[in-house]
Structure formats: structure tokens, C-alpha cells
């Protein structure tokens, strides 16, 4: 059995399926989360972009029904395995954001 590489991620990964839309070159794309942390989130889709990729993320915190609207970058994609999809980080929001983000973060790792 081959090593497992350690996990490099800076933030907690939360489960979470939430409807979520992307706009790129003004094409919207709606698909569904399959994870989400306060700097980015995996988007399950087969429409995959990219890697470098700058695209709007819209999507809605589901426990305190606020719409959250933040720039990101297609990080990674896995055309391979499911769950197919890109794994995009949020880029220069501001810190409104960045606490209704940590509000959402907070509030699912509570409710799990």
C-alpha cells in the first residue's frame, strides 16, 4: 500500500452540499459544493475549468440565509475520481466577508 501524502491545507475542510454559482466569461454555472472552508471550497461539477482560472463564486450560508458573493482561482481539479470537480480559493474579499465566511465556518462546525 503506497504512503499517504500528509494533508497540506492552511484550513478545516467542512462536508457540505450547497447550491452554489460560478460565473466565467460571463457564463453562470450552477453546481453544488462538495466541501467548504473560509478560503475556498470544492465545486462538484463535470463543466471543469482551467487550473488559474478567476471566476465569482455566489453562494448562500445555509444557517443564516446570507448571500455571500467572492471572487476565486480554479487551485486544483480532479477529472479523474469522483467527486469531479476543482478545488478554487477565494481571493480579495473584504472583511465583511471574511467574518460571514468565519460566521458560516463556526456555525456548521457546531451543527456537526
Known sequence: MGKQQPDKRK??????????SYIHND????NFTYNFSTGGMFIETKHILPIG???KVH???PLRRK???????????NE???????GVEFKNFSNE????LAE???DLSEAA
Open 104 to 106: 458560516m465556518e463556526k
Open 67 to 77: 448571500s455571500i458573493e467572492v471572487d476565486a482561482v480554479v487551485m486544483w481539479k
Open 27 to 30: 457564463e453562470k454555472t450552477d
Open 59 to 61: 453562494f448562500e450560508s
Open 80 to 86: 479523474d475520481n469522483h467527486p469531479f470537480g476543482m
Open 11 to 20: 484550513r478545516k475542510r467542512i462536508s457540505l452540499q450547497i447550491l452554489v
Open 53 to 55: 482560472s478567476s471566476i
Open 97 to 100: 466577508k471574511k467574518e460571514l
